[in-house]
Every structure is written in C-alpha cells, then in structure tokens.
C-alpha cells in the first residue's frame, strides 16, 4: 500500500480510538502555472483518473475532492459476508462520485465524473473565465483515504484572448487564500522546462511559508526536457533550496492520456524511465510518484505533529468531562449491606416526608418559589378553609315569606307571639347541613397535597437507581395514606351531625337580643332561660362577636385571592362555591301571604339569633377541622409511614428484586465506563511521541 495511504489511516484510527472526529487533517492543496501539471500530479498521488486535463486553462474553478474510504472495518467484514453477491462487490469496488451541488445523484464511472466537472466549471466559469467558487466533489473508494485535496486554476502572468485584465491577479488571490490555511500542505508544481527562479509558483508559496514547513515542490515534465540538461542541481539543492526539497515526476503526457493510459500504468513507466535514464539512474529512490507519495507523509506527520498537543488537550478535555458524568452515576456495585440500604431508602423517604411536612427541609430552590408541604396544608386551613366557612351567608336564599312560612307551620294552630324554638331549630339545622362539604372538602384537599407530596415532591437522587423500590415506596405510602381518608371523613361528619343533633341555645356566647323578644313578647315568659342581657345595645346587638370574628379577615383581605390561585388545581375547590347554594329549600306556595307588622319584628329577630347562632357553629368548625384533619390524616401519616413502610416492603427475599437497577440508568453508566476507557486509552497514546505512537497502531 501506498505509504501515504498508510500514514493517513493510523492517523484517523488514532483520532477514531480518541474519539475525535472534529480533528481537521492536513489537506493538500496543488500550486503552480497553468498547464504545469497540477491536476496531473493529483491524479498520480491518489491513483485515480478522473480529473479533466489538458494544455488550456481547464481548472477554472477551485475543485475540492473530499476522498472517503468507503470500508471501515466493520463494514468490510459485513461486505465480505456477502461477497457471493456479485453486484455489490462490484459496485463497492467501483470508485464513485457524489458532486455538492447535485447531492443524492451519484456516479460511477470516471468519465461520467470528468464530464460533470466540466460542465459545473462552464456553468460558472463561461468560456475562459475564472470563479472562485468551489466545486465540491466526494469520492468514495475503498483504495483511497479519508482526505481532502484542492485542485487550483494555474498561475498566469498575462490573460489569454478576451479574458479580463484582473484575471491573473484574481487567481493569484484565490489560490493565496487556500495555501494559506495553516493546515494546508502546498504541492508546489514546477514544470521541469522552465526557469525554477522565474516560477511564480515557487514565489507564491515561499510568501506564503517562507520557512518551507509545508511546502514540497514538484517538478514535473522531466521527459520534456532538452536533451542535455536535467533537474539534478535542483533536485540536490544547489539552486533553491526548500526544506523538503524537489521531487521530479513523469506523468502522463497528453497522448497517453488520449490513449487511454491508466495512472497505475503511467506509475509503472515513470519508474522505469528514472531507472533507465541515464542522469537519474544512481538517484532513481528519489524520484517519481512513489518517493512523491513517501515524502508527502512525512511532511503530513509532521504537521499533525504540530496539531497534537491540541489534539491531547481535547482527549484530556473529554476525559475529564465523561468521568465527572460517571461519577454522578454512582457506583455500579451496592456497597455493603443491600439489607442497610433497604432500610436506609425507606427511612429517607418518611424523613424527608415528615421534613416537608414539619418545613425543616429548606435547602431546596424551590421552597423560595413555591409554598411547600406543611406550609400548603396550612395555608389550606387558615386561608382557602377559613375563609370560605366564614363566607357562608346563613341568611343566603331566606325570603321573608319563607321565614313567615316556615313560622307559621312550626306554630301550627296556636296563635303565639313567640318565635317558636321548634322554627329556630328547624333553621339552624338546616342551615348546619350547608357546612358539610365544605368540611368534607377540606379533608380532601389536604389529602390530595399529602398525595402529591408522596408521588412527586419527595426527591431521593439515590432512590432513582431503584425504580422498584421506588414504585413500591410510592404505591405502600399511598396506601397507607388512602386508608386514613375514611375515618377521617367519617369523623368530620359527626362533628357536623352533632352540631345539629343539639342546637345549644345556652352557648354562653349565643347572644340573645332580649330586647327584642321583651318586646314581642307581652308576656315576658323568658323560654330561653339565659335571657335578660344587661346589654342594652338594641341597634347593634353582637358588635363584639362581629369584630372578633371578621378581624382576622380584614387583615388578610388582599391575600386570599392569591392563595386560593395556587390551589386551582383542586377541582373541589371550586365545587365549594356550588355546594353553598345548596340551601334550604321552602315550600314554594307563598305567594298569597302578606306580612303584618309584628311580623315583620318576628322575622328581624329570627334572622339576628341565626346570625348569631351560626357564627359559633363557625367558629367551632375552623377550629375542629384542622384538627382533625391534623390528628386523623397529617400526623398519622408522618408518625407511622416509616413503621408501615417497612412493614409491608422489607422482605429480605425480595432483596435484590427490590433493588434492581433503573436499566436506563445502568445503560447510560455503562456508556459512560465505556467512553472513559476509550479517552484514558486514547490519552495514553498520545502521551508518547508521533513515530512511538504510528509504530503503536501498527502492531
Ligand atoms: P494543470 O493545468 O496544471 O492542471 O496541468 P494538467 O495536469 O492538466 O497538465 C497539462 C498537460 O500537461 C496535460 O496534457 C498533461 O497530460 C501534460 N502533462 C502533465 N505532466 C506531464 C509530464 O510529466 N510529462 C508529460 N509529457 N506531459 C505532462
Ligand atoms: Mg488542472
């Protein structure tokens, strides 16, 4: 194999085994006049015929030849599989083409390829004309290497026939502009037959690397010269001098080429014509394409030489990144006791349960952002509940007629002038019922937050490597927790049957406007028994009352709006609003009444006494449900979740299924291990010098 073929594969099975695949290799890019034979030595280098030659200025646009090795191993092995199959060996062992600017259109013969870059020159370039713009060609082979070349416009002093004047001067830029790039290699092609000196080509790369780093010359034409004179002062250094020197080559005249002269042929006979030739006979190694090809990767390593220590910083760089990344994976062994971590997990999880619940866990970002755990509980209580239950209008919903009604029916046939107990009881029962769900609600709100704090709220980095055991950590809570809801409803539901199984009249902070009732009543038969307030206030009777229960509310006025926002994911929340006009419902044939006087007195009192009944009932709800919400679902459920937990999941059979590994976890590890090896491999190679390095990949 050629050798420069064999320095550029070790050269990307390093990158390929340091994982760098941005890593830019040397590209070569071809110097010199027109027709000096630029696209001939490409051609020669890279052992394909496919680039249109000729005497006239046939590269007028720059050609950029990307060459891609089209078998990698694996691929090989696969191809070889099925070499039985005729027409893909074929196709695979038939170089082919695909041009940028028909990209998906492919070619398979090299003259089809020769044509379509004539055509795409004309298309830009009409007639004589030059462009910059690029043609882009890939060719694929599996005899070749992954390696860009540029093939240039040649050099001119002087522009041909109707060519612009700025002709010359515009090539010079655009060739200046490729052989600038610090990772191009400059093939300086010089025909044999002129003067060296006079070269414009050999100027422009020595202005452009002055040191010769990267410059090799070519002299080509050697079987055009005079007879008599030959290349051998240069070629020994003894006119100008270059770093990598001069290599001289006989490529393919243009009669061969006519002829149909391949270039593994046309190879063949250089070398016989340098070992031939009298004048090169003694230095006939350092002559043609071979030693061209040999000098080329030297020149190549060279240069990537001086990209590496980038190279090792960017294999460090990975190195480093992918072994950070594993770290945060953990160990891929359970250290230790599985039984200990078993427990240690359940044991985290009620922990930080009962942290958000009790608001001791504010190391996190988000208890700035959001109301969390306990808080949200709490605020639930003194803010959505509390309120809402101080909202409810006893009196929503109660006509006059109705209230006449319903004072009529509960006096019966007896003609009083009391309001009866009977009708007040009646009334304040009825309107206990509209507390119900309200109460009810308020145990399924906390119920749902303690839901959601279980199955997203609590973050346990180490419990994601278990999905099992974390499911199941999930599932058990919840249904633990789901066993408490019952009882706890069932309790608040007593509270409010006891409210209305006795309507205490004697509640020392019922307060009766007796005035009122002195009034009506002539008699002054006292039936409430607590009568006779010393309070003579007959306008405003439960001032006191009023404040001590609409106080708290005042301050908070512009909160709850807000607070009731954050809570709009409970669908509940709003049923509240319905629940309310779920009010006593009358007999509907009233209309015929008409409300006498004393009447109406009756109907101002019996609306004062509810108002003041139904504000003790109030207050007795906000304070009792918390608790037993506090006492029959929070609190339980924070005391006894670890006892429950590990009761129902700790079965040291079930270990290692409960502790199996979250596979996308374990994969991602896994990639992770696997990249870190592949960079610490690459590193250690790289550590050693170049050739230490090529003689590595090689054995
Ligand atoms: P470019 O314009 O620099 O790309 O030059 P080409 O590669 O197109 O070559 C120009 C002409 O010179 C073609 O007809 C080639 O066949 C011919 N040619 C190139 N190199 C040699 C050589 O070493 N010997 C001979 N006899 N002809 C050559
Ligand atoms: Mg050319």
Redesign the pocket.
């Known amino acids: 194999m050629d050798s420069l073929i064999v320095v550029i594969n070790k050269i990307q099975d390093i990158l390929a085994s340091a994982k760098i695949t941005t890593f830019e290799l040397p590209q070569i890019v071809?110097v010199?006049?027109?027709?000096?034979?630029?696209?001939?030595?490409l051609?020669s280098i890279v052992k394909m015929d496919f680039?249109?030659?000729?005497?006239n200025?046939?590269?007028r646009r720059p050609l950029i030849l990307q060459l891609h090795n089209i078998f990698d191993k694996k691929e090989e092995r696969r191809k070889k599989s099925k070499e039985k199959k005729n027409e893909i060996r074929l196709e695979a062992e038939r170089p082919w083409g695909e041009f940028l600017h028909q990209k998906g259109k492919k070619y398979y013969n090299f003259e089809k390829i020769r044509q379509e870059i004539k055509d795409e020159t004309e298309r830009i370039a009409k007639g004589k004309e030059i462009s910059s713009k690029p043609i882009r060609l890939s060719i694929y082979s599996k005899d070749t290497v992954n390696l860009t070349l540029v093939?240039l416009p040649?050099l001119t002093n002087n522009p041909i026939g109707n060519q612009k004047k700025d002709l010359p001067e515009r090539i010079y830029k655009m060739v200046t502009q490729f052989a600038s790039n610090p990772r191009a290699l400059i093939l300086c092609?010089i025909?044999s037959n002129i003067d060296i000196a006079n070269s414009r080509a050999y100027k422009l790369a020595k202005t452009i690397d002055p040191d010769s780093e990267r410059t090799l010359a070519i002299l080509?034409?050697?079987?055009?010269m005079d007879e008599g004179t030959n290349v051998r002062d240069i070629i020994n250094g003894k006119v100008l001098p270059l770093r990598y020197g001069y290599v001289p080559?006989?490529?393919?005249?243009?009669k061969?080429?006519d002829n149909n002269v391949t270039v593994k042929k046309a190879i063949k006979l250089e070398k016989k014509y340098f070992q031939n030739h009298p004048s090169y006979q003694d230095i006939s190694d350092r002559c043609g394409t071979k030693y061209l090809s040999k000098t080329l990767s030297k020149l190549f390593i060279k240069r990537i030489e001086i990209f590496l220590p980038e190279v090792r910083r960017k294999v460090t760089t990975n190195k480093i990144k992918w072994e950070e990344q594993l770290k945060t994976f953990g160990q891929s062994k359970i250290d230790g006791n599985k039984n200990t971590l078993l427990m240690t997990l359940i044991f985290d999880f009620s922990k930080k349960f009962s942290a958000l619940i009790d608001g001791v866990d504010l190391y996190e970002d988000e208890h700035l952002k959001f109301l969390q755990g306990g808080s949200r509980i709490n605020h639930i209580f003194y803010e959505i509940f509390t309120n809402f239950i101080k909202d409810i209008d006893p009196l929503q919903g109660l006509t006059e007629k109705e209230l006449i009604l319903l004072m009529k029916n509960s006096k019966g046939t007896k003609k009083t002038l009391f309001i009866p107990d009977k009708t007040f009881e009646i009334l304040v029962k009825n309107k206990i019922e509209n507390f119900r769900v309200p109460c009810q609600n308020c145990v399924k709100i906390v119920f749902r937050e303690l839901d959601s704090i279980i199955t997203t709220k609590i973050k346990i980095e180490k419990l994601n490597r278990f999905l099992v055991l974390k499911e199941k950590i999930i599932q058990k809570s919840q249904n633990y927790l789901n066993s408490l809801l019952e009882p706890c409803i069932v309790f608040v539901n007593q509270i409010v049957d006891s409210e209305s199984a006795f309507i205490n009249l004697n509640h020392p902070d019922f307060k009766k406007p007796t005035d009122h009732i002195n009034r009506i009543s002539s008699n002054n038969n006292d039936t409430n028994g607590n009568g006779n307030n010393t309070t003579n206030n007959n306008n405003n009777p439960n001032v006191s009352n009023n404040q001590q229960i609409y106080s708290h509310r005042n301050i908070k006025k512009t909160s709850p709006i807000k607070f009731i926002d954050m809570l709009n994911d409970y669908p509940t929340n709003r049923n509240w609003q319905l629940d309310i006009k779920n009010t006593l419902t009358m007999p509907n044939n009233i209309k015929d009444f008409s409300i006498q006087k004393y009447e109406k007195q009756e109907i101002k009192l019996l609306k004062n006494l509810l108002m003041n009944y139904m504000k003790i009932v109030k207050i007795k709800l906000i304070d009792t449900i918390p608790k037993i919400i506090m006492f029959f679902l929070v609190n339980k459920l924070k005391d006894n979740l670890q006892n429950f937990l590990i009761e129902k999941i700790y079965q040291p059979k079930k270990i290692d299924i409960l502790l199996a590994e979250n596979p996308e976890i374990e994969r991602e590890r896994k990639n992770c291990e696997r990249k870190v090896h592949a960079y610490q491999k690459a590193e250690k190679i790289l550590s050693q010098d170049f050739s230490r390095i090529l003689n590595i990949i090689e054995n």
């Open positions: 071809v010199g006049e027109q027709s000096s034979g630029k696209s001939s030595v051609e680039l249109p030659r000729g005497n200025i046939v590269t093939d040649g092609v025909p080509t034409k050697v079987d055009l080559v006989v490529n393919r005249s243009q061969q080429v």
